[in-house]
DNA sequence: CAGTGGATGCTCT
DNA sequence: GAGCATCCACTGT
């Protein structure tokens, strides 16, 4: 896995119709808001179609529908039955592959991220998938939401923003959290001595 | 700190 | 009816 990636991308939807353990990376470094709240990703998670642990290996279901739409959206599901988790859909090898965001550090609305989660620990506010979408407000509503991808014809803009990262980032890789099934795989990304990861990486 | 277990709801078998 | 792409509180060092 390359230690360096690509300076500043083009965040478009080709930049989504990718090989999604390409597009999780270049993700590391960019700057995720809802409704101007959020923060630069630091964590990310890559699930292809073809791995056990995706939800769309098993084909589409209702839940995952999204998944198997078109690339740049936003497929957000219940885990737990507790917490939300948010993904980027991307059309890896025509089919349906997405990145789940899995931490952030805190730029945007950090007051508002505050009382939502409760706590005032920034290194801790949106340190794991739940917690992200505790700290953005994002809920199942959200599911089918669009990024803004430059406009084509107007239409009311996204709650999602995502920019492009503007400095070069340091990424590091490992193992995946929480899954049962290619437990091994090394298809979790992040920001190279990141505080706000959701869990240390080995270096 | 590390480890355990409870909360909670939806999806798919 | 099982199994989660989780978080938090509580236990015992």
New binding site residues.
């Given amino acids: 896995m390359a230690a360096e990636s690509l300076l500043k991308p083009v965040i478009n939807q080709a930049f989504f119709t990718r090989s999604v353990h390409e597009v999780a990376p270049d993700l590391i470094g960019a700057i995720l808001t809802v409704d101007g709240v959020g923060g630069v990703i630091v964590e990310v ?1 890559a ?1 292809h179609h073809t791995d056990p ?4 290996y ?1 084909g589409m ?4 529908a999204i ?1 198997f739409g078109p690339p740049g959206y936003i ?1 957000v ?7 939300w ?1 948010v ?1 980027i859909v991307c059309e890896d090898e025509g089919s349906a592959s ?1 990145v ?1 965001i899995r931490a952030l550090e805190p730029r945007h609305g950090v007051d508002l991220m505050q009382q939502r ?3 005032d620990e920034l290194r ?1 506010l949106c ?6 979408c ?1 700290a953005l407000g994002i809920i199942g509503a959200d599911n089918g939401a669009r990024l803004n991808f430059p406009a084509k014809g107007g239409g009311t803009p996204s709650r999602f923003i995502l920019r492009p990262r503007i400095h070069d980032a340091a990424i590091v890789s490992g193992p ?6 290619a437990v091994d795989a090394p298809w979790r990304f992040g920001l190279r001595g990141s505080p706000y990861v ?1 869990k240390p990486f080995p270096e």
């Fill in positions: 998670e699930y642990a995706s939800h769309s098993r279901t209702p839940r995952n998944m497929y599901y219940r885990s737990y039955g507790i917490h988790c993904n997405a789940l989660r409760g706590m801790l340190a794991g998938p739940g917690r992200v505790q995946r959290i929480g899954i049962s099934k959701s």
